[in-house]
């Protein structure tokens, strides 16, 4: 959905119910839509790069994005450990 095909509604809302001008609002629609848009691959990759500049080591980082999938607003399908390696390092 672009930033056009936001609905006049929602953002009439969301202006009501905060403090959010009507630009703000279309635009904290327009991130929460890229971020629950992102696939399965960009979301394991980004998150393995901040997991990594944390500190956190492979093994860890890996169980943390098993968890992490499922709880997405739409789960990925199950993954393994080796599926998600093949995906961050090809």
Known sequence: MSQEQIPEELLQHLCYSS????HEARNL???VLA?????????VRRRHLEL????????NIFQQL?????????????LSERQIRR????
């Open 87 to 90: 995906m961050i390092y090809g």
């Open 52 to 59: 990594q500049s944390q500190g956190h080591n492979n093994k």
């Open 19 to 22: 403090r959010l001008t009507a």
């Open 35 to 43: 971020y629950y848009g992102e696939t399965t691959e960009a979301f």
């Open 66 to 78: 098993l968890l992490e999938l499922q709880q997405r607003r739409f789960p990925a399908a199950q």
């Open 29 to 31: 629609v327009a991130e």
